[in-house]
């Protein structure tokens, strides 16, 4: 089947913006950018708030986290939000704050696992570092700013086989002593260690040099794949990138949120730290959220009849059925790649679906003539969890879990269908355009 155009164009804006977002920071940053440049407001948590219905806003907290919200014109009782969530945040190698080690003359840096990583696939790749540097200013003000180093500056070199004879049948990674990466070589053993906050001052300053830096305080700093993301395979069927969970559905929510109707109001979250449990200032278990929805709407009882109007699309990939492990997958419930989004199922409420929520999004489906499948994982296997139980728990929304099928799910370099997230675009925009009336999902 061939590609249309505008499939190809949301495919090309992907992969940019999966490049250009190597952390949590830097999506969020891109994610602003974008609603700024189309008109969307900035909003300031520390500033008193006077919204105005027809008009956009976007606001940010921790750098790591946003909301984009559109006010519709019809009043909020009449059209309840129309919300899509989805996290910024993915597994990944982060540098301890005393990092520096020498080992026989190499420069290596301390790192901790962030998240469930998979992590025997970040070895001998071509790594660099980017993320978020706190500094002190010339005049003993705190400020932060984003460092992308961008070329290959580091790797984790495997152990050679005739050094491991069982490599490929016994071997374990020991996640403190086996996974720390090499950046430099000493001219001796006894050469002073370089300061870690001094090469991200020297960095920050030759990428921003109009920063008055007087001191790198503190960092978050992430180690990620140098190499490109992709449309691969003989008919690029394939789009192969690290951190497709979960930047592949906050770049759906983007882009569909610009297409919101005006009429209704809908809204965007991304969160950080889901990868984690999400219990942060600016996870989905913190109070981002609901704080938003409370200075939106200050009267308890007018929210909750608005909440009660309203719908969650918590937007999250899902496990593939992986045509080498296909034992893996319950035998009717193995979503193909390219086949259409995935309703997430789990009876323990580790999703967030109901059979309503499942009901209307199926309806959405149709009428954007998006194809659309189901996960359940194995009963005697468990499975992962999004942010939708949570905003479900917190915020007393109704919620579906869907995605876009994916393999290598938490790999450095993940893989999925160059048409799933076309498709899970189309009914994302189905669903902030269809219907001017509230989302009653049960006949009153």
């Given at each position: 089947?061939?590609?249309?155009?505008?499939?190809?164009?949301?495919?090309?804006?992907?992969?940019?913006?999966?490049?250009?977002?190597?952390?949590?920071?830097?999506?969020?940053?891109?994610?602003?950018?974008?609603?700024?440049?189309?008109?969307?407001?900035?909003?300031?948590?520390?500033?008193?708030?006077?919204?105005?219905?027809g008009k956009r806003y976007v606001v940010t907290r921790n750098d790591s986290s946003i909301i984009a919200f559109v006010y519709g014109k019809s009043p909020l009782l009449d059209s309840g939000i129309r919300m899509l969530g989805a996290h910024t945040d993915s597994p990944c190698l982060k540098v301890k704050p005393r990092a520096e080690l020498n080992r026989r003359g190499y420069f290596q840096?301390?790192?901790?696992?962030?998240?469930?990583?998979?992590?025997?696939?970040?070895?001998?790749?071509?790594?660099?570092?980017?993320?978020?540097?706190?500094?002190?200013?010339?005049?003993?003000?705190?400020?932060?700013?984003?460092?992308?180093?961008?070329?290959?500056?580091?790797?984790?070199?495997?152990?050679?086989?005739?050094?491991?004879?069982?490599?490929?049948?016994?071997?374990?990674?020991?996640?403190?002593?086996?996974?720390?990466?090499?950046?430099?070589?000493?001219?001796?053993?006894?050469?002073?260690?370089?300061?870690?906050?001094?090469?991200?001052?020297t960095e920050l300053q030759k990428q921003q040099p109009q920063l008055a830096i007087k001191q790198v305080l503190d960092y978050e700093i992430s180690l990620y794949d140098t190499q490109p993301p992709a449309l691969i395979g003989l008919e690029q069927d394939f789009i192969s990138s690290a951190r497709l969970?979960?930047?592949?559905?906050?770049?759906?929510?983007?882009?569909?949120?610009?297409?919101?109707?005006?009429?209704?109001?809908?809204?965007?979250?991304?969160?950080?730290?889901?990868?984690?449990?999400?219990?942060?200032?600016?996870?989905?278990?913190?109070?981002?959220?609901?704080?938003?929805?409370?200075?939106?709407?200050?009267?308890?009882?007018?929210?909750?009849?608005?909440?009660?109007?309203?719908?969650?699309?918590?937007?999250?990939?899902?496990?593939?059925?992986?045509?080498?492990?296909?034992?893996?997958?319950?035998?009717?419930?193995?979503?193909?790649?390219?086949?259409?989004?995935?309703?997430?199922?789990?009876?323990?409420?580790?999703?967030?679906?109901?059979?309503?929520?499942?009901?209307?999004?199926?309806?959405?489906?149709?009428?954007?003539?998006?194809?659309?499948?189901?996960?359940?994982?194995?009963?005697?296997?468990?499975?992962?969890?999004?942010?939708?139980?949570?905003?479900?728990?917190?915020?007393?929304?109704?919620?579906?879990?869907?995605?876009?099928?994916?393999?290598?799910?938490?790999?450095?370099?993940?893989?999925?269908?160059?048409?799933?997230?076309?498709?899970?675009?189309?009914?994302?925009?189905?669903?902030?355009?269809?219907?001017?009336?509230?989302?009653?999902?049960?006949?009153?």
């Open positions: 089947m061939t590609a249309s155009s505008s499939m190809v164009d949301f495919n090309t804006g992907l992969l940019e913006f999966l490049h250009a977002s190597p952390t949590p920071f830097h999506a969020t940053k891109n994610i602003a950018a974008a609603l700024l440049s189309k008109g969307f407001t900035p909003l300031y948590e520390g500033d008193s708030w006077e919204l105005e219905q840096l301390g790192v901790e696992v962030y998240g469930g990583a998979l992590l025997a696939p970040w070895y001998d790749r071509d790594l660099s570092m980017a993320g978020r540097v706190t500094y002190r200013d010339q005049s003993d003000q705190i400020a932060s700013a984003l460092v992308d180093f961008q070329r290959p500056i580091a790797v984790v070199p495997s152990l050679a086989i005739h050094l491991d004879r069982e490599a490929n049948n016994l071997r374990t990674i020991n996640a403190q002593k086996d996974i720390v990466p090499l950046v430099l070589q000493l001219p001796t053993d006894e050469t002073p260690l370089p300061d870690f906050r001094g090469l991200l001052h969970d979960n930047l592949l559905s906050c770049f759906i929510g983007l882009q569909a949120l610009l297409e919101a109707d005006d009429d209704v109001s809908s809204l965007l979250i991304c969160t950080d730290h889901e990868e984690v449990g999400s219990a942060s200032c600016c996870g989905a278990k913190g109070p981002m959220l609901q704080q938003f929805l409370e200075r939106l709407v200050p009267d308890v009882d007018t929210r909750v009849r608005i909440i009660e109007r309203s719908m969650m699309i918590s937007a999250d990939n899902a496990h593939g059925i992986h045509p080498n492990f296909m034992d893996k997958h319950d035998e009717n419930h193995g979503p193909l790649l390219n086949r259409g989004p995935v309703i997430k199922v789990n009876a323990n409420q580790r999703y967030a679906t109901t059979s309503e929520t499942s009901a209307f999004f199926r309806l959405l489906c149709e009428k954007a003539d998006v194809p659309v499948q189901a996960f359940v994982a194995r009963t005697d296997m468990g499975c992962g969890s999004t942010i939708g139980p949570v905003v479900a728990s917190e915020v007393g929304v109704k919620t579906i879990d869907v995605g876009c099928p994916t393999f290598a799910m938490h790999s450095i370099r993940e893989l999925a269908g160059t048409r799933d997230g076309w498709y899970l675009y189309k009914a994302a925009v189905e669903f902030f355009t269809y219907l001017k009336a509230p989302i009653a999902l049960i006949s009153r």
